[in-house]
Structures are given as structure tokens and as C-alpha cells.
């Protein structure tokens, strides 16, 4: 099994930054791909970014060039810069893993929340 959590949601204002964590453990070494998801009120939740083992990244159209995600050496932890922010990024930011091919892995969520 893998276990998710995260870190670094906070209030920021509209062109701020902020830098999102998530420190996986259990079993790192079956994981394929890494990503970060956001959940808005009343919208469904959607893919911001993912990341796979051998380091590729995809991104939403929303925040390409605005965001990046990035792993480090250990592949224990996944990291989102958000630069830019929008009003529009408010939401939840949940960690996500995909592992064995199979199974998914889910973090508990941090809030972002971007004021105008």
C-alpha cells in the first residue's frame, strides 16, 4: 500500500506563489505515476498535474506555465510550485498515486485559497 500526505496549502494573494508537498511512503517503488488533482465548490474534481516514473509530466491547459510539478531523487516526495496564482486555483489540492498498475492512493487534501 501507499500512504499520501500533504502539506503547504495556505491564503495567498492573486499573482503569489506557493509551493505544495507530498510525502509519500509504504510501498514508493511500485508507483507509476504521481499527481496533484483540485477539487472547487460545487465543481468536480479535475487533473492539475501528473508526473511518471520516468520523470515526464503532463499538465492542465489552466496552468501550463504557471505550475510545476517535480519529484525528488528518492521519489518520496512530490512537490507543485504554483506561481501566478489565480483567484481561479481556489480549491482543494489532493495528492494522488497510481501503483501496481492497479490501485490508487489519495492524500487527505490542502486547502488553497487565492484572494483577488
Known amino acids: 500500500q501507499v500512504q499520501l500526505v500533504e502539506s503547504g496549502g495556505d491564503l495567498v494573494q492573486a499573482g503569489g506563489s506557493l509551493r505544495l508537498s507530498c510525502a509519500a511512503s509504504g510501498s514508493i517503488f511500485s508507483i507509476n505515476v504521481m499527481g496533484w488533482y483540485r477539487q472547487a465548490p460545487g465543481k468536480q474534481r479535475e487533473l492539475v498535474a501528473n508526473i511518471n516514473s520516468g520523470g515526464s509530466a503532463n499538465y492542465a491547459d489552466s496552468v501550463k506555465g504557471r505550475f510545476t510539478i517535480s519529484r525528488d531523487n528518492a521519489k518520496t516526495t512530490m512537490y507543485l510550485q504554483m506561481n501566478s496564482l489565480k483567484p481561479e486555483d481556489t480549491a482543494v489540492y489532493y495528492c494522488?498515486?497510481?501503483?501496481?498498475?492497479?490501485?490508487?492512493?489519495w492524500g487527505q487534501g490542502t486547502q488553497v485559497t487565492v484572494s483577488s
Open positions: 494522488h498515486a497510481l501503483y501496481s498498475v492497479t490501485y490508487n492512493a
